[in-house]
């Protein structure tokens, strides 16, 4: 990740010819609370949820949790480099997963605490300093405060382009949330924004078939 030549490098991802058991995949998970799996009961969240996918579907995994509550996507730019690094540069097969928006979509004292294309720049911004460690983004999910909601769709749906733009992939949270008991029932009983284990699990059923897949698949560097 980055240019610090005094860094040592990431190593590359053996040939497919290997098979995925047999890579070292070592995997960051970055972003909010949400990522953080605030309000679980059993202290997994969907991360842990989605790495337990992966590692009982036979892959060499390692995962690092590296979410941080009331973080915006701004602040998640400016720590990723840096924290990430430490933690991939051994693996054979280094990957980043990104979550966040929900922060973003706040809005304090008449503002929304990031405005849409700030909240795209650092999406332009972790892309760049990731390299050459391919990311994924996972859009926000829904919260209990429906003017939220629909500024959460609006960063949804913008995000999901510029992910398009950029080559990221990008697995959407939101239509999974939104209309969901399982998941607006803990958030709304609770503080508004964090479900409890049984809709981490929901929101980890909806995650892990496509985030296993792309780990699953070894990327040319």
Same mark, same amino acid.
């Given at each position: 990740?980055?240019?610090?030549?005094?860094?040592?490098?990431?190593?590359?991802?053996?040939?497919?010819?290997?098979?995925?058991?047999?890579?070292?995949?070592?995997?960051?998970?970055?972003?909010?609370?949400?990522?953080?799996?605030?309000?679980?009961?059993?202290?997994?969240?969907?991360?842990?949820?989605?790495?337990?996918?992966?590692?009982?579907?036979?892959?060499?995994?390692?995962?690092?949790?590296?979410?941080?509550?009331?973080?915006?996507?701004?602040?998640?730019?400016?720590?990723?480099?840096?924290?990430?690094?430490?933690?991939?540069?051994?693996?054979?097969?280094?990957?980043? @997963?990104?979550?966040?928006?929900? #922060? %973003?979509? +706040?809005?304090?004292?008449? /503002?929304?605490? !990031?405005?849409?294309?700030?909240? *795209?720049?650092?999406?332009?911004?972790?892309?760049?300093?990731?390299?050459?460690?391919?990311?994924?983004?996972?859009?926000?999910?829904? @919260?209990?405060?429906?003017?939220? #909601? %629909?500024? +959460?769709?609006?960063?949804? /749906?913008?995000? !999901?382009?510029?992910?398009?733009? *950029?080559?990221?992939?990008?697995?959407?949270?939101?239509?999974?949330?939104?209309?969901?008991?399982?998941?607006?029932?803990?958030?709304? @009983?609770?503080?508004?924004?964090?479900? %409890?284990?049984?809709?981490?699990?929901?929101?980890?059923?909806?995650?892990?078939?496509?985030?296993?897949?792309?780990?699953?698949?070894?990327?040319?560097?």
């Amino acid at each position: 990740m980055g240019p610090a030549a005094a860094d040592p490098p990431v190593r590359t991802a053996p040939s497919a010819a290997d098979g995925p058991a047999r890579r070292d995949v070592r995997v960051c998970f970055a972003g909010d609370s949400l990522v953080a799996g605030t309000g679980d009961e059993s202290a997994r969240g969907w991360v842990g949820r989605v790495a337990a996918a992966a590692i009982a579907g036979g892959l060499d995994l390692t995962a690092y949790n590296l979410g941080v509550r009331g973080a915006t996507s701004v602040q998640v730019a400016r720590r990723l480099a840096i924290e990430a690094r430490p933690r991939l540069t051994a693996g054979d097969d280094a990957r980043i @997963v990104l979550s966040f928006g929900v #922060n %973003d979509t +706040i809005v304090e004292d008449g /503002r929304q605490r !990031e405005p849409t294309e700030r909240t *795209l720049e650092a999406l332009r911004t972790m892309r760049d300093r990731a390299a050459p460690v391919p990311i994924l983004l996972v859009g926000p999910p829904a @919260v209990d405060d429906d003017e939220q #909601n %629909d500024r +959460i769709l609006v960063l949804d /749906r913008a995000l !999901e382009h510029e992910a398009a733009a *950029l080559a990221v992939p990008y697995v959407a949270a939101f239509p999974a949330t939104v209309s969901s008991p399982v998941w607006r029932h803990p958030v709304h @009983v609770g503080d508004g924004f964090h479900p %409890d284990a049984a809709g981490y699990a929901h929101l980890a059923a909806v995650l892990a078939p496509p985030v296993v897949a792309w780990l699953r698949e070894p990327v040319a560097r």
